[in-house]
């Protein structure tokens, strides 16, 4: 049985960092991604890492500031944000994706991913 458990959210002031989670359980991936979701508004591809290569993919919104890290012993991924802001504050769901594909761009939709994790609350106060 697959299961993605994310962890790592909570509260925190302007300028602070958090560091999610995902654990992961079941079978290997090729991709694994992180996407937000703030209330009213779509969501969004936040990270992206490539198992195979290691190779990561971040959104212009959060590229420079956001970090996505994996530990392959213990099938977990890790985006450590830093400079947070308000405009961060969403809901933060990793994703696992089963299909191949040579290249990144395709892991950067929803659709490319099998697997969800329930979501963790960021909420960034000013």
């Known amino acids: 049985q697959v299961q993605l458990v994310e962890s790592g959210g909570g509260l925190v002031q302007a300028g602070g960092s958090l560091r999610l989670s995902c654990a992961t359980s079941?079978?290997?991936?090729?991709?694994m991604g992180w996407f937000r979701q703030a209330p009213g508004k779509e969501r969004e591809v936040v990270a992206i890492?490539?198992?195979?290569?290691?190779?990561?993919y971040y959104g212009e919104s959060v590229k420079g500031r956001f970090t996505l890290s994996s530990d392959n012993a213990k099938n977990t991924v890790y985006l450590q944000m830093s400079s947070l802001n308000p405009g961060d504050t969403a809901v933060y769901y990793c994703?696992?994706?089963?299909?191949?594909?040579?290249?990144?761009?395709?892991?950067?939709?929803?659709?490319?991913?099998?697997?969800w994790g329930q979501g963790t609350q960021v909420t960034v106060s000013s």
């Open positions: 994703a696992a994706a089963t299909k191949y594909y040579g290249v990144t761009y395709p892991y950067r939709a929803e659709s490319a991913y099998d697997y």
């Open positions: 079941g079978r290997t991936f090729y991709a």
């Open positions: 890492i490539r198992w195979s290569t290691g190779y990561t």
